[in-house]
């Protein structure tokens, strides 16, 4: 392989040249780089060389200088022929720039050997550079060096060759492949950063509109003035713009202005969100350091190095490209852009020098260098001149400063994701704000920038603390504080501000910095910690000022007093008569509660605790409490056209370690039982054994077969008797065959697992008297119970087993349903197996008709502490009245519960009930006895069915 070089002075010099060298009968690859226009000399020569060497492919472009010999000239035309026996030459040409473009021409290559490729663009009016990476997309094997036409800096036409084809616009190349080919690739710039990191925010391609926001021309014209137009690009294409990507360095130099755009064309193309820096030429480092590089024999060495580069090194490009491979065997030019393809990287580069050396009996393919290999010339005593010391000041500053800028862009990046940072003149009117500033105050940056600070102000803040505030900033001092500020939206926010002066070398503040954090959710919660403290509706402390005084007090007594029946009451006359209600009753509470020593809290509807001033001894604290429930009981209250008689139940906790807990478990078991006697005592030390035992005994009970289930008669008020229904009621026989209401051990069970064992164990028991007594038999299910999948799945199976259409479920209202999801599931599933549905303990604690919406019941059981009561308050009867024509619209049978007597079966029945259960319709009693028509004789009190 050989590589020949001549400058064209004329057609004789040329074929003599030809001659000399016998190149008439030879093949390869000439390459012309022409310094000036495209004329019809230039058109002369390319038919003279095609017609002289047929077995020539012919490439080559216009230039910005071109390179002979490691000699620069200028306005010339440079020859080079690559001549060799043992690579193939194919050459192409392209009009189109689009990477498609360039993935369809390299998919026709073959691609069976080693293979470089030359190439050439033109780049004044469309961008080579996506070309190149769809050529190296789909041949990356494919080393490819070349550059953009140049047209000296005129910015006006370039063209490439293509044979005897001049073209302006499109690509040329030319693909060498071979068995043995090796390329030696090197690749520099010395160009560095100098200032601020700027962000490409709005760009097609090559052509840049926008830096950080701001029109590109506004951005030179702020660094270079506004003079830098009057000769553009010249002016300012030795201070490319350096992308940082991927860790490397790419520059890209200006080549057009666009200025009804306010935009410029580069040579390279930029991404969106590329950080990019200007840039300048550290020249002292080019005279430290020379190249070493030099090619082996036999190798073919081009040189393509930029336009702005040379134009800004002037003399000295001519001691960096005779320095390369000894001066003598370097031929190329200077392009608008450099291309270099290689170890799966594709870039074009702007201000760089790409040195490659091919050989076609390498024993590999190719050696690539991307950094400067560089070795120190030792000229110490070289005396600088002033363009090579500004340089380097330029540079070593510029280091110091792009360091430096770095740190901030840091810090500042850092508080701009935590603060909200604002920036606002002498005269408080805004001239920078941040993101956070803009996605906390609705506003955009836009929408602010030269306003005042005002335009955020709260009317809820007062003058005085502007007026601090400007005090303290005018006397070039910080000033901090909690400002309540008013979104774009109207709502506002709380921002803890630190307000810090910024002064010029004078000592004038020059603006202040306002660094603001955000604490609108801390202040927020602090406002609902201290509106939670109290009752909205009483004004009295709440549960979270009990426990908070509990903790603070280490008081162990506690009393909790409720009104029974208070929600079906309040679901009756409606909210706002119980709101009424609860208003008058605390009124009445406050004044007893401080004549007998107490603090009064309202915790939840009619639910009202009494702490004690002072501790008391138990049998005082019961007394005064019994006291207070009597006067409250023996007063009605007057609510709008009633007079409603109240009555409450009390629970007492005492105990060091939960007392509100032990109350609300008395309160409980008060509220269960029948009659005046709802004071019920809860102790520590009697609770935790109570619990102890019980569990045990049940769990015993469940392995030894003691727990029972019983069974009451529901029968219908017409006496028919094919109508008659059973509820199933558990019990616990303990070891001595005496029997056990639940209300003694389920409260304990309930917490365990034994608990879902026991109403496995009823709902079964149900099932076989629904067979035995050849009727409906009701069993009891908690919202506990049913969101018990795997014993929802076991019940589901024995329904389908058979039987289920004599089952009816009955769903313990007393208990609040918080997810109606699982339990209108369960519904629907038990009613596919022929069940009903009950709702049980209608009208206790949580009534709540959205119940009956919900479930659409097919039976409602009236709770028995209203019946009980019918015959002696006109409200329970008329609430029971209420419950039957209720159940009369949504289709639903009413059961009466606690029908102790004659007299209470009387006026039920005049009342429009369907069933009736009761004592005095038929005790709890075994299966076999209910069989049999027999009562059992161990009978349990009233209270315990």
Known sequence: MQVLATEYT???????????????????????????????????????????????????????????????????????????????????????????????????????????????????????ELFIRGFHCEAEDICLVGGNAADNKVFRNTFVIHGRLIATEGVVGAVLSGEKLGMDIHFFMNWKPIGHAMQVTRVEDNVLYELDGIPVTEVYKKYFGSEFVNGFPETVIEFPLIIERQGFQIARAPVALLRKDNAIAYAGSFLPGDHVFFSVADIREIDRYRTAITSSENSACFIFSCAARKSFLRDKITQEIGSLDGGSNGHGCFTYGEYLCVDGQAELFNISTVFVAITDNARSKKSMLLKKQLSETGDSDKVPDKLSLLSHLAGVTGEELHRNMQFLEQYKAALDKTAIVSIADPQGNITYVNKLFEEISGYSAAEVLGKNHRILRHPDM?????????????????????????????????????????????????????????????????????????????????????????????????????????KILNDFWGFEMGDLFIQLLSRSLINLADRFNFHLYRLSGAIFALLPKQVMPESRLCEQLDKIKSEVENVPLCVGEYDTDVQLSVGVGLGEQNPLALAESALNEAKETDGDASLILRREEDHSVDAFYWINEVRNALSEGRVLAHFQLIRPVSEDHTQRKYETLVRLQLKDGSIVSPAAFLPFVKRTRLYSQITRLMVQQAIEASRHLQCSVSVNLTVKDIVNQGLMEEIMALLDAGDGNRIIFELTESEAIVDFIPVRRFIESVRKAGARVAIDDFGSGYSNFSYLVEIKPDYIKIDGSII??????????????????????????????????????????????????????????TMQAAHSGQRDTNQLSPADS
């Open 10 to 128: 004329g057609e004789t010099p040329l074929v003599n040249f030809l001659q000399q060298h016998a190149l008439f009968d030879k093949s390869g690859l000439v390459q012309i780089y022409v310094g000036h226009e495209a004329n019809q000399a230039l058109f002369d020569l390319l038919d003279l060389v095609v017609e002289l060497l047929p077995d020539f492919k012919v490439i080559g472009c216009s230039t910005a200088g071109e390179i002979i010999h490691g000699r620069c000239c200028s306005g010339a035309i440079v020859l080079t022929f690559l001549q060799t026996e043992k690579l193939s030459v194919d050459t192409f040409y392209s009009a189109t720039l689009s990477f498609d473009a360039g993935q369809q021409l390299a998919r026709g290559l073959q691609k069976d050997k080693r293979q470089m490729a030359f190439m050439y663009g033109n780049s004044l009016h469309a961008n080579p």
């Open 462 to 566: 007062q003058p005085k603390v502007f007026e601090s505030l400007w005090k303290t900033i005018s006397e070039r001092r910080t000033w901090r504080g909690l400002i309540k500020n008013r979104r774009k939206d109207g709502s506002y926010y709380f921002v803890n501000t630190t307000i810090v002066p910024v002064l010029n070398v004078s000592g004038e503040i020059k603006e202040f910095v306002s660094i603001r954090t955000d604490v609108t959710k801390i202040i927020k919660a602090q406002t609902q910690i201290r509106a939670q403290l109290h009752d909205a509706l009483t004004g009295l402390p709440n549960r979270i000022r009990l426990l908070k005084e509990i903790a603070e007090r280490d008081i162990g007594q506690i009393a909790l007093m409720d009104v029974r029946n208070f």
């Open 868 to 925: 009980s009561k019918i015959m002696t308050s006109e409200q329970s009867f008329l609430v029971t009245q209420g419950i039957i024509d209720l159940s009369r619209k949504i289709g639903a049978k009413v059961i009466a519960e606690f029908v102790s007597d004659k007299a209470i079966f009387d006026r039920v029945k005049t009342s429009g009930v369907d069933f009736v259960q009761g004592y005095h319709i038929g005790h709890p009693q």
